[in-house]
């Protein structure tokens, strides 16, 4: 399995952005997909999370009502929109992908992607 995040950059809070995770090396109908977050000096944290079929979706309480999590079957990609972001925000946000309906800790995914910076200025 690869992943490759992108979209990350550099946005003013309140603005938006919408991160890519291009997977890769066999089918995933059976997978979770999600997204984690890691701010410096923390630990990495649960965003967002769907199996790659639709349903079972879950936010984290920090992002819900702000993020989206999708996926477009087509093109084997996982989006993550993000809106009225906030300074909190900011942090390297990973893709991750776990055979069946993972759950919100890291260490339970067994694919990861390489990350990609989102920046939020205040």
């Known amino acids: 399995v690869q992943l490759q995040a992108s979209g990350g950059g550099l946005v003013q809070a309140g603005g938006s952005l919408r991160l890519s995770c291009q997977a890769s090396g066999r089918t995933f109908q059976r997978y979770s997909m999600g997204w984690f977050r890691q701010a410096p000096g923390k630990e990495r944290e649960f965003v967002a999370s769907?199996?790659?079929?639709?349903?079972?979706?879950g936010y984290a309480d920090s992002v819900k009502g702000r993020f989206t999590i999708s996926r477009d079957i087509a093109k084997n990609t996982v989006y993550l929109q993000m809106n009225r972001l906030k300074p909190e925000d900011t942090a390297v946000y990973y893709c991750?992908?776990?055979?069946?309906?993972?759950?919100?800790?890291?260490?339970?995914?067994?694919?990861w992607g390489q990350g990609t910076l989102v920046t939020v200025s205040s």
């Open positions: 991750a992908a776990d055979h069946g309906l993972s759950t919100r800790r890291a260490y339970d995914w067994n694919y």
């Open positions: 769907a199996m790659w079929t639709g349903g079972s979706t």
